[in-house]
């Protein structure tokens, strides 16, 4: 005589299903790990690619600085870095004013960049230039770049890296834009017959001993909030690609 097969008992049925929930539970703990590794790589891929491209603008506003002697290459004054610049490729069009700056964004303090239209007369450029000093809200169509909890910039000028704020430093600048526009002057003189379009920006524009030139470098350092994979202190020095080691 066969015996009749025997079945599961009760037991034995908790204890698979309880083997099962717990092999499942920690299943789903690998499975969100592995979601939230990937987002943070995301976001750290992405700020990543944020501050080289933001580092990217900011080099490619300082090469094109431009001396007009109407308003200042470059001015920090602790809020604003204010740069008037060409364009590099059909420098023609006129000059734009490009401003980078903090600015608190939802709560989050920002380093942001806003340029001017393209500006043709002395007046339009004398104009953005104050404009870029004002609230941010007049400012249409100013950028957020990366979160950033503050900033510092420096000069590098007479082989030395020094604090644009400093008094020093100011009648050192005062002093080289004095040196420059008694030279610009010099060679209008010399060039009387050039010129025409009094309306028009630089060459024909009158050198001014007030405006600042370009300093031969300036150092941006930057402290990163969503700190990249590079750390959240990131410093950019930029050097004005005409000058030499000679050059005091």
């Known amino acids: 005589m066969r015996s009749a097969p025997r079945g599961f008992t009760l037991i034995e049925v908790l204890v698979a299903l309880t083997a099962l929930a717990l092999m499942a539970g920690m299943s789903w703990q690998s499975i969100d790990a592995l979601l939230r590794a990937q987002a943070r790589n995301e976001q750290t891929a992405f700020a990543t690619h944020m501050l080289h491209t933001t580092l990217q603008q900011w080099e490619a506003d300082l090469n094109a600085a431009a001396e007009t002697g109407v308003v200042s290459a470059v001015d920090f004054d602790g809020k604003h870095l204010r740069i008037a610049r060409r364009d590099p490729v059909q420098p023609e069009l006129g000059l734009r004013v490009v401003v980078w700056s903090l600015q608190n964004r939802e709560g989050q303090t920002q380093l942001t960049r806003w340029q001017s239209p393209q500006l043709q007369t002395r007046a339009e450029l004398e104009s953005a230039w104050q404009r870029a000093l004002q609230a941010a809200q007049s400012r249409a169509g100013e950028i957020s770049t990366v979160?950033?909890?503050?900033?510092?910039?420096?000069?590098?000028?007479?082989?030395?890296?020094?604090?644009?704020?400093?008094?020093?430093?100011?009648?050192?600048?005062?002093?080289?834009?004095?040196?420059?526009?008694?030279?610009?002057?010099?060679?209008?003189?010399?060039?009387?017959?050039?010129?025409?379009?009094?309306?028009?920006?630089?060459?024909?524009?009158?050198?001014?001993?007030?405006?600042?030139?370009?300093?031969?470098?300036?150092?941006?350092?930057?402290?990163?909030?969503?700190?990249?994979?590079?750390?959240?202190?990131?410093?950019?020095?930029?050097?004005?690609?005409?000058?030499?080691?000679?050059?005091?």
Not at 148 to 163: E, P
Request: overall charge positive; charged content about 10%.
């Open 147 to 248: 979160a950033v909890s503050q900033w510092q910039i420096f000069y590098f000028r007479r082989n030395a890296w020094v604090n644009p704020l400093s008094a020093n430093e100011q009648a050192d600048a005062q002093a080289l834009s004095a040196q420059a526009a008694a030279v610009a002057d010099a060679a209008r003189r010399a060039a009387a017959g050039l010129t025409g379009g009094a309306g028009l920006l630089p060459p024909q524009a009158a050198a001014n001993s007030q405006v600042g030139l370009v300093p031969d470098g300036i150092r941006l350092q930057l402290s990163v909030l969503a700190a990249p994979a590079m750390g959240s202190a990131v410093t950019k020095d930029w050097i004005r690609p005409t000058w030499t080691p000679s050059q005091n």
